[in-house]
């Protein structure tokens, strides 16, 4: 039986818990562009670019702990993108590989009208196999390729673009 998740929206105070989550990613290579951790400082200015209304943060809670969260970004910041946004998911490491990102992924796919979107998009190194697997089984279609783009680990890397478009 899949875990039972309930979402709510992000407040300042859980930043250092969202911080904890996305540094836990860093060292693996495999999931973000930063190569050290990030402080709770450092993104401040990310937290703020959120809203509940367009652009939510929102925490994964799993029996009463947080395991994860969810954002969605404005994509470049342009009026004529209002209705496309980035999406990000990040799970604790003792969750990841358990089905939970295909929870989430749908939760956010199906709140995403209702948020005014209707492109989603992720950022996803060709390496990370398993969130590309997870988004493509979303029906997500790769709409760009970067070719080693970033340096990771010594390592040039590439990054794809997937996309999906949200019927109302």
Same mark, same amino acid.
């Given at each position: ?44 200015? $990310? ?21 994860? $969260?969810v ?49 989603l ?17 979303? $029906?997500?279609?790769? $709409? ?6 970033a ?13 999906k478009?949200?019927?109302?």
């Amino acid at each position: 039986m899949a875990a039972a998740l309930a979402y709510r929206n992000a407040i300042i105070s859980d930043l250092p818990k969202v911080v904890e989550i996305y540094n836990s990613s860093v060292a693996s290579g495999m999931v973000t562009a930063d190569t050290e951790p990030v402080t709770v400082q450092s993104r401040y200015a $990310w937290f703020e670019a959120h809203n509940p209304e367009t652009r939510p943060l929102w925490l994964v809670i799993e029996d009463d702990e947080t395991v994860g $969260w969810v954002s969605f970004q404005s994509f470049y910041d342009r009026p004529a993108y209002n209705a496309t946004a980035e999406i990000n998911i990040y799970l604790c490491p003792e969750k990841q590989n358990s089905g939970l990102g295909k929870q989430i992924l749908q939760y956010a796919i199906n709140m995403a009208p209702q948020l005014g979107i209707k492109t989603l998009i992720g950022y996803i190194f060709a390496h990370n196999e398993p969130t590309l697997r997870l988004f493509r089984s979303f $029906w997500f279609e790769d $709409w760009g390729t970067l070719p080693n783009i970033a340096m990771i680990e010594g390592e040039e890397r590439t990054l794809k673009i997937l996309g999906k478009r949200i019927l109302p």
